[in-house]
């Protein structure tokens, strides 16, 4: 889904959820949209006619980002899932990684290695803040468990990066 950036996407629904998860004034809630869908004369991104703002694509192939988001906060069934696994390019050495979770814990590991346990907070965002990656593929992982059951999730970055 190469029109908008998704990363923003999430950023939108994590603050739209915060803003109404318990205002007491709101009695009901709905997401726009479920899916990716044609619209004539669109012209945002780069795909024309299509608004993608859903968060499934179009085709009914790719769950978004904020998908999970809501799974995460929405669905009792354990989970975890690593964000932003699609933006595998990377060009800064130092970075964010978040995972959703409604799990207790999640530890995240970069080449194999443990950098660290987080906490879900209110809204089953686990953050790992100012993670330095290493030049060409960087395996990322997340690991949670539920019960005596091991869950997990995991991409591959590339980090193209030169110092100046």
């Not at 739209?16 to 991104?45: S, V």
């Not at 859903?54 to 964000?83: C, Q, S």
């Not at 970055?157 to 030169?162: F, I, R």
Request: charged letters at 30%; glycine letters at 6%.
């Amino acid at each position: 889904f190469p029109s908008h950036d998704k990363e923003y996407q999430s950023y939108v629904h994590e603050g739209d959820w915060a803003a109404m998860k318990d205002d007491p004034l709101i009695w009901g809630t709905f997401i726009w949209n479920m899916f990716d869908f044609a619209c004539r004369g669109r012209k945002e991104g780069n795909i024309p006619s299509l608004n993608d703002k859903g968060l499934i694509t179009h085709d009914r192939k790719i769950k978004k980002d904020a998908f999970y988001f809501y799974k995460a906060n929405w669905n009792p069934e354990p989970m975890v899932y690593l964000t932003s696994r699609r933006a595998t390019a990377r060009k800064e050495p130092v970075t964010e990684i978040k995972a959703y979770s409604n799990c207790p814990e999640v530890e995240l590991l970069i080449n194999g290695t443990s950098v660290g346990k987080a906490q879900p907070d209110s809204f089953k965002i686990c953050r790992w803040e100012k993670i330095k990656l290493s030049p060409g593929k960087n395996s990322i992982r997340v690991l949670a468990q539920s019960g005596k059951t091991t869950l997990e999730d995991s991409c591959e970055w590339k980090l193209n990066y030169s110092k100046p």
